[in-house]
C-alpha cells in the first residue's frame, strides 16, 4: 500500500507559497491542490457554487466557511489513494476543524515573511485573472510587458497588492490566521519557517519533508459522521 501523506502550507499574500508548494509537489510527489484553482474553475464553470463564490469575490469579500468546506470536502476526501499539499485552504479555524472531522494531517508549514519583503514581492506582482498565473516585475517577469505569457491576455495588479490596501490585508491575515497555527501547533504538526529569500527558506523545508515524508501509511480521509 502506497504511504499516504497529507500536508498544508500556510502564509500571507507575498510569501512565496505557491513557489514552495510547486517544488514540494516536484520532489516529494505530493498533489498539489490549490484552493483558488477550485474557485476560479466554479466561477469559470458557472457552477451553482461557482456563482455563490463570484458573488462575493466581486465584492471583495472572503468566501464563507461554509461554501469553502463545501467545494474541498469532498474532492479530499475522493483522493483517498493520493499524498497531498493544500495551499488557501485552510484558511481560518472553522475549515480547520471541519478538515480535522475528516481527515488526519500530518503536517502544517507557516511561512513568517517580514512585512518589508511582502510590500516590496506584492507592489510588483501582476496576475492573470483567468489562471491565477502571477508574475513579478523584479525576478520573474512576462515574456512581454503587461501579457500572460501563455494567452497572451493582459495582466492586472489588484487593488489590495498596493502598499496603502496592504497593511489593513496583512493584519487581516495574521488575525484569521493566528488561531489555525494555534490549533496545529497544540497538535504537534505545525513548522514555523522565517526569511526573506525562499531559496534558503526552501533547503530547510526541503529537510524536514525527506524526514517526515516515509512515515507509515496514514488512514484515508473518511466521511464525516452525520
Not at 524526514?211 to 496514514?218: E, Q, R, S
Request: glycine residues 8%; charged residues 20%.
Amino acid at each position: 500500500m502506497a504511504k499516504l501523506f497529507r500536508a498544508a502550507i500556510m502564509g500571507p499574500p507575498g510569501s512565496g507559497k505557491g513557489t514552495i508548494s510547486k517544488r514540494i509537489a516536484q520532489n516529494f510527489g505530493l498533489q498539489y491542490l490549490s484552493s483558488g484553482h477550485f474557485l476560479r474553475e466554479g466561477i469559470a464553470a458557472n457552477t451553482e457554487a461557482g456563482l455563490l463564490v463570484k458573488s462575493y469575490v466581486e465584492r471583495g469579500l472572503l468566501v464563507p466557511d461554509h461554501i469553502m468546506t463545501g467545494l474541498m470536502l469532498p474532492r479530499l476526501e475522493q483522493l483517498t489513494s493520493h499524498s497531498w499539499l493544500l495551499d488557501g485552504f485552510p484558511r481560518t479555524s472553522g475549515q480547520a476543524l471541519a478538515l480535522n472531522a475528516v481527515c488526519q494531517m500530518d503536517l502544517v508549514i507557516s511561512l513568517n515573511i517580514p512585512f518589508e519583503t511582502l510590500r516590496e514581492r506584492l507592489s510588483d506582482r501582476w496576475i492573470h485573472p483567468a489562471s491565477g498565473r502571477v508574475y513579478n516585475m523584479g525576478f520573474n517577469p512576462p515574456c512581454v510587458q503587461g501579457r500572460d505569457d501563455i494567452s497572451g491576455e493582459p495582466l492586472i495588479q489588484h487593488d489590495d497588492d498596493k502598499p496603502e490596501a496592504l497593511l489593513a490585508r496583512l493584519r487581516h491575515y495574521k488575525d484569521v490566521a493566528k488561531p489555525v497555527i494555534d490549533l496545529y501547533k497544540s497538535l504537534g504538526i505545525l513548522h514555523q519557517f522565517s526569511g526573506t529569500d525562499t531559496n534558503r527558506i526552501w533547503p530547510h523545508i526541503n529537510s524536514l519533508l525527506s524526514t517526515k515524508i516515509h512515515t507509515p501509511p496514514l488512514t484515508a480521509c473518511q466521511p464525516p459522521m452525520h
